[in-house]
């Protein structure tokens, strides 16, 4: 599910959540992340993963395989990484910021990611709004066992022709992610 910020609310997609700035460094056998900020319009930038979001509405968003975004309430990071296990009910994202001055609106926000088996669908996308008064989340959370899809997935967020932030993940085999992360969510009630 994809999600897209709107002050306290966040709205979700079809699993996006977005965070960039105290990455994980992961283990020598994952590459280091690609990520980029464009500092003069984007602060705090934060990605990471979150084992509990919690949906409190939808709204259309005609441009993603569902057809629509899920609202969510506002969050912080479970932990800061962009490795992130194929988990149902797992979360991922990058939260940001407006450097001053108004909001920047009318922001494409963008998930790439392998093909889904029946649609085909690599690419997603909604129109959101990143403020400067309190961090925008966009985020991806895993609510389908067709979603859990191994390789390369990226969020990006776009005004115009520029490029706010770009941050992609490595989703990879629960066996294949880092002890502390395949038992990031255990105890939590992983729901979207």
């Given at each position: ?60 968003a005609p441009d993603t395989d569902r ?126």
């Open positions: 599910m994809i999600a897209a910020p709107a002050k306290i609310i966040r709205r979700l997609t079809r699993g996006i959540a977005i965070s960039v700035a105290l990455g994980f460094a992961g283990t020598s056998s994952f590459a280091q992340a690609d990520i980029y900020s464009n500092d003069t319009l984007i602060t705090g930038l934060e990605y990471g993963l979150i084992c509990n979001v919690k949906t409190v509405g939808s709204e259309p057809g629509s975004i899920g609202l969510i309430e506002s969050t912080g990071f479970s932990t800061h990484s962009t490795i992130v296990p194929a988990q149902l009910g797992l979360s991922f994202g990058v939260k940001s910021n407006a450097i001053e001055g108004d909001a920047i609106q009318g922001v494409r926000i963008s998930v790439t990611h392998p093909p889904y088996k029946d649609s085909g669908t690599t690419d997603e996308s909604w129109v959101s709004t990143i403020y400067t008064d309190g961090a925008s989340t966009q985020m991806f959370t895993f609510d389908f066992p067709a979603e859990l899809l191994i390789g390369k997935w990226t969020l990006s967020a776009q005004k115009d022709d520029q490029i706010l932030y770009r941050v992609t993940f490595d989703v990879v085999s629960p066996a294949n992610a880092p002890a502390y992360l395949r038992n990031l969510c255990e105890g939590d009630a992983l729901t979207s």
